[in-house]
Protein backbone atom coordinates (compact mmCIF):
# COMPACT_ATOMS: atom_id res chain seq x y z
CA UNK A 1 0.00 0.00 0.00
CA UNK A 2 1.10 3.37 -0.68
CA UNK A 3 0.06 6.56 1.89
CA UNK A 4 0.19 9.95 0.97
CA UNK A 5 0.90 12.94 3.17
CA UNK A 6 -0.45 16.10 2.37
CA UNK A 7 0.85 19.38 4.24
CA UNK A 8 0.71 23.43 3.49
CA UNK A 9 -3.02 24.38 3.40
CA UNK A 10 -4.40 26.86 5.78
CA UNK A 11 -5.90 30.46 5.08
CA UNK A 12 -4.44 32.95 3.30
CA UNK A 13 -5.51 36.49 1.73
CA UNK A 14 -6.15 36.87 -1.68
CA UNK A 15 -3.20 38.07 -3.72
CA UNK A 16 -1.60 35.86 -1.03
CA UNK A 17 0.51 32.76 -1.80
CA UNK A 18 0.89 29.22 -0.57
CA UNK A 19 3.06 26.30 -1.18
CA UNK A 20 1.37 22.43 -0.95
CA UNK A 21 3.46 19.18 -0.53
CA UNK A 22 2.69 15.52 -0.79
CA UNK A 23 4.76 12.80 -0.04
CA UNK A 24 4.49 9.42 -0.95
CA UNK A 25 5.87 6.25 1.28
CA UNK A 26 5.07 2.40 0.53
CA UNK A 27 5.30 -0.49 -1.33
CA UNK A 28 6.44 2.10 -4.54
CA UNK A 29 8.54 0.67 -7.51
CA UNK A 30 8.19 3.72 -9.04
CA UNK A 31 6.15 6.81 -9.79
CA UNK A 32 4.72 7.84 -12.86
CA UNK A 33 2.35 10.90 -12.95
CA UNK A 34 2.12 13.01 -9.51
CA UNK A 35 -0.81 15.88 -9.49
CA UNK A 36 -3.16 18.05 -7.65
CA UNK A 37 -7.12 17.81 -8.17
CA UNK A 38 -9.13 20.34 -6.33
CA UNK A 39 -12.71 20.23 -4.87
CA UNK A 40 -14.90 23.21 -3.87
CA UNK A 41 -18.56 22.66 -2.15
CA UNK A 42 -21.01 22.01 -4.84
CA UNK A 43 -18.79 21.34 -7.39
CA UNK A 44 -17.06 18.69 -9.54
CA UNK A 45 -13.27 17.87 -8.93
CA UNK A 46 -10.87 19.08 -10.95
CA UNK A 47 -8.13 19.33 -12.58
CA UNK A 48 -4.96 21.99 -10.61
CA UNK A 49 -1.64 20.24 -12.14
CA UNK A 50 -0.08 17.45 -13.08
CA UNK A 51 3.69 16.29 -13.71
CA UNK A 52 5.35 13.61 -15.21
CA UNK A 53 8.51 11.45 -13.92
CA UNK A 54 10.37 13.40 -16.43
CA UNK A 55 9.31 16.88 -15.62
CA UNK A 56 5.96 17.54 -18.22
CA UNK A 57 3.26 19.77 -16.62
CA UNK A 58 -0.36 19.92 -17.64
CA UNK A 59 -2.25 22.73 -15.69
CA UNK A 60 -6.02 23.41 -15.30
CA UNK A 61 -6.94 27.02 -17.39
CA UNK A 62 -7.93 28.50 -14.03
CA UNK A 63 -4.62 28.45 -12.62
CA UNK A 64 -2.12 28.50 -15.51
CA UNK A 65 0.36 31.38 -14.69
CA UNK A 66 -0.33 31.67 -11.18
CA UNK A 67 0.23 28.14 -10.08
CA UNK A 68 3.55 25.53 -10.34
CA UNK A 69 4.07 22.44 -9.85
CA UNK A 70 7.29 20.72 -9.03
CA UNK A 71 8.73 17.38 -7.63
CA UNK A 72 11.41 15.45 -5.90
CA UNK A 73 11.92 12.39 -7.18
CA UNK A 74 14.37 11.68 -4.55
CA UNK A 75 12.14 12.29 -2.02
CA UNK A 76 8.68 11.10 -3.64
CA UNK A 77 7.17 14.15 -3.18
CA UNK A 78 5.61 16.84 -5.16
CA UNK A 79 4.56 20.22 -4.56
CA UNK A 80 2.24 22.87 -5.90
CA UNK A 81 3.55 26.66 -5.40
CA UNK A 82 -0.02 29.07 -5.74
CA UNK A 83 0.71 32.74 -6.21
CA UNK A 84 -1.76 35.21 -6.66
CA UNK A 85 -4.63 33.55 -4.94
CA UNK A 86 -7.96 34.32 -5.67
CA UNK A 87 -11.41 33.52 -3.55
CA UNK A 88 -12.14 31.21 -6.49
CA UNK A 89 -9.00 28.98 -5.22
CA UNK A 90 -10.67 28.14 -1.97
CA UNK A 91 -11.48 24.12 -1.86
CA UNK A 92 -10.34 21.44 -0.87
CA UNK A 93 -6.53 20.08 -2.46
CA UNK A 94 -6.45 16.51 -3.29
CA UNK A 95 -2.71 14.66 -3.87
CA UNK A 96 -2.66 12.26 -6.64
CA UNK A 97 0.26 9.61 -7.51
CA UNK A 98 -0.10 6.99 -10.00
CA UNK A 99 2.24 4.28 -8.96
CA UNK A 100 4.16 1.23 -10.01
CA UNK A 101 4.34 -1.30 -6.43
CA UNK A 102 6.24 -3.57 -8.92
CA UNK A 103 7.74 -3.78 -11.81
CA UNK A 104 4.81 -6.32 -12.89
CA UNK A 105 2.53 -4.33 -11.45
CA UNK A 106 0.15 -2.11 -13.12
CA UNK A 107 -0.33 1.35 -12.07
CA UNK A 108 -2.80 2.36 -9.53
CA UNK A 109 -3.74 6.04 -8.36
CA UNK A 110 -3.68 6.82 -4.83
CA UNK A 111 -5.04 9.78 -3.64
CA UNK A 112 -4.61 11.75 -0.26
CA UNK A 113 -6.90 12.76 2.38
CA UNK A 114 -6.98 16.18 0.99
CA UNK A 115 -5.62 20.01 2.99
CA UNK A 116 -8.09 22.60 3.14
CA UNK A 117 -7.30 25.64 1.50
CA UNK A 118 -9.39 28.83 2.16
CA UNK A 119 -9.14 32.32 -0.02
CA UNK A 120 -10.11 35.06 1.95
CA UNK A 121 -10.90 38.58 -0.10
Known amino acids: QVQLVESGGGLVQARGSLRLSCAAS????????MGWYRQAPGKQRELVAT???????NYGDSVKGRFTISRDNAKNTVYLQMNSLKPQDTAVYYC???????????????WGQGTQVTVSS
Open 96 to 110: KTEVHSSWWAPAIDY
Open 26 to 33: GSIFSIKT
Open 51 to 57: ITSGGST
